[in-house]
């Protein structure tokens, strides 16, 4: 497996990447001067933090929701409690390259698991509703952080020829650990202190990792060269790849439980609907970040993201069969997470350094800019259109991003 993960060829030589406009041709190692073990090390602890984050993130969800359901908390204003985090991820994200630049990456990394450990125990001390939506803004920056340093180490130190696979690897965990999270509150409960202290003391456990990575990992070299929202326009086809993904998962997982109601299954069944959709999540990114290594990254994105619509378009074909829709949902799951992977790899054959650094910023943006766009817009098709709108809604967001990925594969092989 150690052969098959990484090569280290051309590792000592720091490479820029071409003019902002122009793409580079995949960069042998982003500029990290890495022997092989330490390129192994920063992967494999960039994985381990990213995807602790995303356990306690699965169980902090539903814990601080279910507490202010028993407050007596309206559900719409819990729910904007919890846009709050994706507001501060979005105004706080475009100062991370420079701070990054300026601090070191692994300071910052160190700076916000701490940071991210004590919110959580900070919730437990301080349970007032606005107390909390202030806290979850907070969160919700120094988690963006986080995923934006932790994607950027993984991008700088893959091999381009294993990189959709070390991608694809880096999504399944991130993915398994968001199913294994909730698990933590059966064996926590939700109130009390223990499940808030759990949670914390397995942010801070992120620190660990964190000791492997060496001083050559440690900071990024050089700065930005551009805004971060410069590199939307520079990679659409890799950059809006993160907006589909966050519209159309996130969309999914809240809208998907009353579609199924509407389709007139139990309750039990509906569920089911976002187990298959994540199911195929888990499945589907290695064998694709696989295959994204041999060939062209913007034809597979074309290809998953029209494929992608077609199954959400043909999702009322079924009827009210459950286990035939519930198949569709899955693949249709594996198709729109893989994008993600082949998105992320996309972008960092593009640029290194600190421009890839504010490239995985403006990623993590856009995904947190589909996370608060998709429930509202396939809510909407469900209000507009009963069963037949979230499968619409889904078909017309990807078809929009499959016209987006047509369109630079078009302009030739040197656009993104």
């Not at 994985?47 to 969800?61: E, H, K, N, P």
């Not at 100062?95 to 437990?124: C, D, E, N, Q, Y």
């Not at 298959?276 to 696989?290: D, E, H, K, R, T």
Request: hydrophobic share 55%; glycine share 10%.
């Amino acid at each position: 497996m150690g052969h098959a993960f990484l090569s280290f060829e051309s590792c000592h030589k720091p490479t820029m990447t071409a003019p902002l406009d122009q793409p580079s041709p995949d960069l042998p190692s982003a500029a990290l001067p890495l022997n092989r073990g330490e390129r192994l090390r920063v992967i494999l602890s960039a994985v381990a933090i990213v995807t602790l984050v995303g356990v306690s993130l699965s169980v902090s969800g539903p814990l601080l929701a279910l507490e202010m359901e028993r407050w007596g908390t309206p559900s719409t204003l819990a729910g904007l409690t919890a846009t709050l985090a994706g507001v501060g991820n979005l105004m706080f994200v475009p100062f991370v390259p420079r701070i990054a630049s300026r601090f070191g990456v692994k300071a910052l990394v160190a700076t916000m698991l701490l940071l991210s450990s004590a919110l959580h125990l900070a919730f437990w001390a301080m349970p007032y509703l606005w107390v909390w939506a202030a806290f979850r803004f907070v969160l919700g920056a120094s988690i963006g952080t986080l995923f934006v340093l932790s994607e950027y180490w993984i991008s700088a130190a893959a091999d381009p020829q294993r990189r959709g696979f070390i991608m694809g690897a880096y999504a399944t965990a991130l993915a398994l650990g968001f199913a294994i999270g909730p698990l933590m509150l059966t064996v926590t409960g939700t109130q009390g202190v223990l499940p808030y202290a759990a949670t914390a003391a397995l942010i801070l456990t992120g620190l660990l990792p964190l000791t492997l990575i060496g001083p050559n990992a440690a900071s990024v070299h050089g700065s930005p060269r551009a805004s971060v929202l410069s590199y939307v326009r520079l990679a659409p086809a890799a950059t809006l790849a993160a907006l589909t993904v966050g519209a159309i998962e996130i969309g999914a997982f809240t809208q998907l439980p009353v579609h199924g109601l509407r389709m007139g299954w139990p309750e039990a069944s509906a569920a089911i609907l976002v187990s298959a959709f994540a199911i195929g999540n888990v499945l589907f990114q290695m064998p694709i970040g696989w295959l994204a290594d041999r060939i062209d990254r913007r034809k597979i994105l074309l290809v998953m993201s029209v494929t992608a619509a077609c199954l959400a378009a043909s999702l009322p074909l079924t009827g009210a069969v459950f286990w035939p829709h519930a198949a569709l949902l899955m693949l249709l799951g594996g198709l729109v997470g893989a994008l993600y992977t082949v998105g992320l790899a996309h972008l960092s054959a593009r640029f290194a350094n600190a421009d890839l650094v504010s490239a995985n910023a403006a990623f993590v943006m856009l995904y947190s800019v589909g996370q608060m766009t998709g429930p509202p817009l396939l809510g909407a098709g469900l209000d507009i259109a009963g069963v037949y709108g979230v499968p619409a809604a889904m078909a017309l967001v990807l078809g929009l991003y499959g016209a987006v990925v047509a369109s630079r594969l078009r302009a030739g092989p040197a656009r993104g």
